[in-house]
């Protein structure tokens, strides 16, 4: 799953990720987020009939975790 954090304001923003395929971290305005089939195909779904952005993690001010809405797994990549 490709997602693009975003400020309060809705504007794209970096953030330090671990990129697993490339075994480095750096900072990322875009990355690919590992899921598994289960949580990937009422994604899809319901992105194909809404043809919008959807909301399915936040980071709360102060931490460092982000909370997702669907499970997710532990990988992170920045290309793909």
Known sequence: MIVQPTD???APVPVA?????????MDARR???EVGAYTYE?????RQSS???LL???ETAGTVAT????????GRNSSW
């Open 56 to 58: 399915v993690g936040k």
């Open 42 to 46: 009422p994604i899809r779904l319901q």
């Open 31 to 33: 990355l690919g987020i």
């Open 51 to 53: 043809n919008g952005l």
């Open 8 to 10: 309060e304001h809705g």
């Open 67 to 74: 909370e997702f809405a669907p499970p997710v797994l532990d």
């Open 17 to 25: 990720i671990h990129d697993s395929e490339l075994n480095k971290d």
